[in-house]
């Protein structure tokens, strides 16, 4: 690079240029060949093509996403201070999450070192919880883990009816990498719309830990849930496991005992028989509301 081209505010500008034309390659370009990025939400440095495959990702969330710039000024000979906010509208899938068409506006900083091949390190800094709280999504603080308790998330899909299920079919799945694993709850996403409307298909139950992932459906018959498997994204799925997993199994099981549904009596507080749609509390004789 020439003296001028090298100048660290020319640089950065450069560098923010890129970003807001959308073009990956010519970000990647202004980092030095063992330069890097680094944000709260990287999970340690990007180099050059990983920091372009994150942009990339970003601008499929956010078609038109933009950055304002505000105050950028040098600090000492080869560091820039930029501070900038960034917009747009959530319409692509975002950590695998369907789009919600809401618009975002997310104020941050980049500190921003040179070197004599380019840029050696951006630094960003923003508030991480702020884009998922301004999707509506929901931003939990809690570890990884603690002795042999592993922590993640969960996601429930339920009738608003309590139906004893006859079959119950359990997934456990290890993602060969996060991108692997969003893929893997796309599917798994798939599955459920796909059978949402089905009589027989009575709920479901995933857990996401690490690259962890298991998933719980429960079914009104084995021939439903065998029937429901053999069609659609599930058999993409299948196919899938060998480019997507590390490893994993399937396995179908049926209750050994089931009790009755329980529902307290709002009138006593008596636990009372809950079938189907209705009850009635055998203390008091009060009509049972439906469960919540």
């Known amino acids: 690079m020439d003296e001028q081209a090298n100048d660290p505010l020319t640089l950065s500008r450069r560098y923010f240029d890129a970003w807001r ?3 990956a390659a010519a970000i990647a370009a202004t980092l030095a060949p063992d330069g890097h990025y680094q944000d709260p939400t990287t999970g340690g440095p990007l180099p050059r093509q990983a920091l ?5 990702g970003l601008w499929a969330a ?4 933009d950055f304002a710039l505000g105050d950028v000024h040098r600090v000492g000979d ?9 917009s747009g509208h ?14 975002v506006e997310l104020p941050g900083i980049d500190v921003i070192r040179c070197g004599p091949q380019g840029i050696a390190q951006v630094q960003g800094y923003f ?20 002795g042999p308790f592993a922590f993640g998330t969960a996601t429930t899909v339920r009738r608003p009816e309590p139906v004893m299920p006859a079959v119950f079919a359990v997934t456990e799945l290890i993602a060969a990498s996060d991108e692997s694993l969003q893929a893997v709850r796309e599917q798994a996403r798939q599955v459920v719309l796909e059978n949402i409307d089905n009589p027989d298909f009575l709920g479901f139950n995933s857990s996401v830990c690490g690259r962890r992932m298991n998933t719980f459906s429960a079914w009104r018959s084995h021939q439903a849930m065998a029937e ?22 399937t396995a179908v099981y049926a209750p050994v005992r089931v009790g009755p549904w329980l529902r307290r009596c709002s009138a006593c507080g ?23």
Do not use: K
């Open 21 to 23: 034309r959308q073009d």
């Open 52 to 56: 372009a495959a994150y942009a990339e």
């Open 62 to 65: 956010f078609p038109d996403l």
């Open 78 to 86: 080869a560091t820039v201070h930029a501070e900038w906010v960034m």
């Open 90 to 103: 959530n319409s692509g899938s975002f950590n695998g999450l369907p789009p919600t068409g809401r618009a």
């Open 127 to 146: 508030d991480s919880a702020a884009l998922p709280r301004q999707l509506g999504l929901q931003v939990v603080v809690q570890p990884v883990a603690i």
């Open 228 to 249: 429901a498997m053999h069609r659609g994204t599930h058999v993409e799925s299948i196919r899938a496991f060998g480019q997507l997993a590390e490893g994993g199994y």
């Open 270 to 292: 008596a636990m009372a028989r809950f079938e189907g749609h209705r009850g009635t509390c055998a203390d008091c004789g009060a009509a049972v509301e439906a469960l919540p």
